[in-house]
Nanobody, 122 residues
């Protein structure tokens, strides 16, 4: 099995910054894309940012220019630097990873972290 453990959430004032981390551990042969999603109360989960194993990134329009996703492949860890935070960024943030668990198979399994709360006060 694979576990994703997120950290770095919290309460911050509008205009402030937070850095989220997500470390993957367990039966990992290779991690393909990793990403951050968020879900606000009463809303559907949405993609915030995604990064491939080669470092290509894409972002939701609402966070472009404010958030930066990065990863450390040696540590199986993905980060989300969030700057200029707004109250509408308030949500539970989830880490996601596409994991290949064996060198004998090309199957990619999607794993999710437990979520970390980000609250931005106005």
């Amino acid at each position: 099995q694979v576990q994703l453990v997120e950290s770095g959430g919290g309460l911050v004032q509008a205009g402030g910054s937070l850095r989220l981390s997500c470390a993957a551990s367990g039966r990992i042969f290779r991690i393909n894309a990793m990403g951050w999603y968020r879900q606000a109360p009463g809303k559907q989960r949405e993609l915030v940012a995604r990064i491939t194993s080669g470092g290509s990134t894409n972002y939701a329009d609402s966070v472009k220019g404010r958030f930066t996703i990065s990863r450390d492949n040696a540590k199986n860890t993905v980060y989300l630097q969030m700057n200029s935070l707004k109250p509408e960024d308030t949500a539970v943030y989830y880490c996601n990873a596409g994991v290949v668990t064996s060198s004998y198979s090309s199957l990619v399994y999607a794993y999710w972290g437990q979520g970390t709360q980000v609250t931005v006060s106005s």
